[in-house]
């Protein structure tokens, strides 16, 4: 049995209880392993850790199975999210977790990746080589038309500032494909979620917008 959760926290937290760059890589990293590699998505997210092993416990066929009976027919994402938090490798994952406030961090950044897969989303998670040209990565594809000023649902993440130490901890040397410079402190942020997938464009069509501390 898990220990007793407690009521969320609110987002005014001190700044030593808000979540941290280690953290948001990490959850993003078996987020992505599990709610995109493993719903029929023939390449893999590229990670944030190099030394990323994948999750054992989390089976294709169970976690599309939840995804079909409880978000696209049942319209139930909080039902999914218990679901997937019962299955071997997120459960053993979410149990090791040192506190209250990383397990909601956790599931909050879960259920980001949850509601891609709602049938209102107007976007779907896809690939392009347009970067590379040899090698294929994750992007963002709409799924209908969205309207000049429209908020584009579910497509939305977290941004954590970084220092120096941090960046070289988390070996991004090479991997800077979710970092951006922070408008407000003029730092670079790692910046994970759906909308990581949201690729450059030297002509954009959307712009980032920024709310809260995170």
């Not at 209880?17 to 987020?31: H, N, P, S």
């Not at 590699?37 to 893999?44: A, I, K, L, N, Q």
């Not at 978000?71 to 039902?79: C, H, L, M, S």
């Not at 000023?149 to 970084?162: A, F, R, W």
């Amino acid at each position: 049995m898990g220990r007793p959760r407690k009521d969320a926290p609110p987002d005014t937290l001190p700044k030593k209880e808000r979540l941290t760059l280690t953290q948001l890589a990490g959850y993003d990293d078996i987020l992505t392993d599990a709610l995109v590699d493993h719903v029929y998505f023939w390449t893999t997210i590229r990670k944030n850790r190099s030394k990323y092993n994948l999750t054992r416990g989390i089976s294709e066929e169970e976690v599309t199975a939840i995804l079909l009976r409880d978000v696209i027919v049942g319209k139930d994402p909080q039902k999914a999210e218990a679901s997937l938090l019962q299955l071997p490798g997120l459960k053993k994952y979410y149990h090791q977790l040192r506190t209250d406030r990383e397990n909601e961090d956790f599931r909050r950044h879960m259920r980001k990746y949850i509601n891609i897969w709602m049938c209102d989303c107007p976007f779907e998670v896809s690939t392009t080589n347009r970067y590379t040209i040899v090698t294929h990565e994750a992007a963002t594809t709409a799924r209908r038309p969205i309207r000049r000023g429209d908020t584009i649902k579910y497509l939305c993440g977290n941004l954590v500032q970084m220092t120096p130490e941090e960046e070289k901890d988390l070996d991004l040397t090479r991997r800077d494909f979710s970092v951006v410079m922070s408008s407000r402190k003029k730092t670079p942020s790692l910046f994970l979620g759906p909308a990581r997938f949201a690729n450059h464009d030297c002509n954009a069509n959307a712009k980032l917008v920024t709310r809260g501390v995170d």
